[in-house]
């Protein structure tokens, strides 16, 4: 199989806490994901975790505490004693060190799942259409679909349109893949087809951050689970112990259900 390297990064989560409209949703969570590994972010609905994900890159501003990626502030530049937030074009240039997938795959409708793929890198990056489109064809053929380049996605699976926001998700090289959910809008028997080629990715050293409620790929795939309940990190740690041996009441009563 064809690689497209992906410059692993590592991503610091330092004492946040995120309030709306005077109500705190995240309470001084830590988080630290390594080069190259794959976390799982498990937790009942409402429990903090798509905000999460969207304060990792400053979708959502922090109200406390910091996210750094590779040793560099997130949304902030540091002068002196002060933090400035960083003014538009930086802070783009910074969010698309992540990549997203959300649950709802976003795709354009009126675009083929090549032109999908290749969108951002050409108009956000202006990165040459040529180079660009050579990539985006070896990842739909990295993601299984290098027989629908010219596909809508009105013509095309769920599990495959996840699969095409996939390959543009990696398409802009992306130093950090974050997943929401990924597999949570499809179909059962489409889940498999979109967590394998995530698993795929994983076996390849991309680094990544899952969202999922799905047990067996948390197991398969994690090198770190979070299990995070009303906001908080309850605990985190290798899969067989935070799935196998949890340690807090609420850990084994949340997987008591979902198991
Ligand atoms: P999860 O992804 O674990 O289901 P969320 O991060 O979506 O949880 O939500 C955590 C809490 O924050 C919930 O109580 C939710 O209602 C609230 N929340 C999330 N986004 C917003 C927002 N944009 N405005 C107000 N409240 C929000
Ligand atoms: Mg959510």
Known sequence: MTTVAVRPGRV???GVSKSYGGVEVLHDVDLVVEPGTV???????????????????????VDRGFV????????YRRRGDTLHELKEKELLRQR???GFVFQSFNLFPHLTALENVVEAPVSAQGRPRAQVEAEARVLLDRVGLADRAGA?????SGGQQQRVAIARALAMRPAVLLFDEPTSALDPEL???????????ARDGTTMV????????ARKAADQVVFMDAGRV????PPDQVLDAPRHDRTRAFLARVL
């Open 152 to 156: 809508y996605p009105r013509q095309l």
């Open 12 to 14: 610091e989560v330092h």
């Open 234 to 237: 309850v605990e985190s740690g």
């Open 191 to 201: 889940v498999g087809e979109v967590l394998g080629v995530i698993e795929d990715l």
């Open 96 to 98: 698309t060190r992540f």
């Open 39 to 61: 976390t799982v972010v498990l937790g009942p609905s409402g429990s903090g975790k798509s905000t999460l994900l969207r304060c990792l890159n400053h979708l959502e501003k």
């Open 210 to 217: 899952v969202v999922t409620h799905e047990i067996g790929f």
């Open 68 to 75: 750094a990626l590779d040793g560099e502030l997130v949304g």
